[in-house]
């Protein structure tokens, strides 16, 4: 079976980081979404960038960019069809998404979330990883998704759904569990407290 191809989420707001794109932050040397990029692209077929507004602002990653094709910034929901219509233009069924925001997502999280999908119809998995409160907490801008369903997903977000997991249930999506991390590998980004801490943090990612 064909590699997925794969997509990173950058077309939110960053409202707590006072707008911008949060993705162009330099984390020591690098970009965020450099850094992003980097750990993604050998984990997968093929990558595109997620994105609204002047695209030309991310020329210097060389990725195509692709935006939103709903309106007013309705999620990462939006996000993921975008890629969905991408991937089906290259002829290719599955997708794998990652935050522009999050530098230290697993090496491996594509080949997990694959095997998660073991059996499934229409391969829809979400990362998660352990809570002790709640048992699991889910990373929804980190998941598998089937271009099978990318026309259900636009009707959804035409009625007006913006929930990621009330999507997913719909269709019996699944989760693939990450542990055993020395720190949070969805770790994200999302105020310049956050970017010092994950300066902190980078001596100990791989």
């Known amino acids: 079976m ?3 191809l794969g997509v990173i989420l950058a077309g939110g707001l960053a409202r707590r980081m006072g707008g911008g794109d949060k993705g162009l932050l330099k ?3 690098q970009s965020l979404l450099a850094r992003v990029s980097g ?3 050998p984990q997968v077929a093929g990558m595109a960038l997620n994105a609204n507004g002047d695209l030309a602002r991310f020329a210097d990653l060389g990725l195509p960019v692709i935006a939103d094709s709903i309106a ?3 999620g990462p929901l939006a996000g993921v069809l975008a890629g969905l ?3 089906a233009d290259q002829g290719v069924d599955r997708i794998v998404t990652a935050a522009a925001d999050t ?3 697993p090496t491996d999280l594509v080949a997990r979330l694959i095997e998660a999908s073991a059996g499934m119809e229409h391969p829809l998995v979400l990362a998660a990883t352990p809570d002790a409160a709640r048992g699991q ?3 929804p801008t980190f998941g598998l998704w089937p271009v099978a369903l990318r026309e259900d997903l636009r009707a959804a977000l035409g009625d007006g759904l913006r929930k990621v997991v009330m999507w997913t249930r719909r269709h019996n999506g699944r989760e693939a569990l990450f542990s055993g991390y020395g720190v949070d590998p969805f770790f994200n980004v999302n105020t ?3 970017l010092a801490q994950a300066a902190d943090l980078l001596k100990d990612i791989p």
């Open 2 to 4: 064909t590699a997925p």
């Open 85 to 87: 219509d991408w991937a």
């Open 103 to 105: 530098p230290f997502f």
């Open 192 to 194: 310049p407290e956050d």
């Open 137 to 139: 907490v889910r990373h």
């Open 39 to 41: 750990r993604l692209a």
């Open 72 to 74: 007013d910034y309705p």
């Open 27 to 29: 984390l020591h040397d």
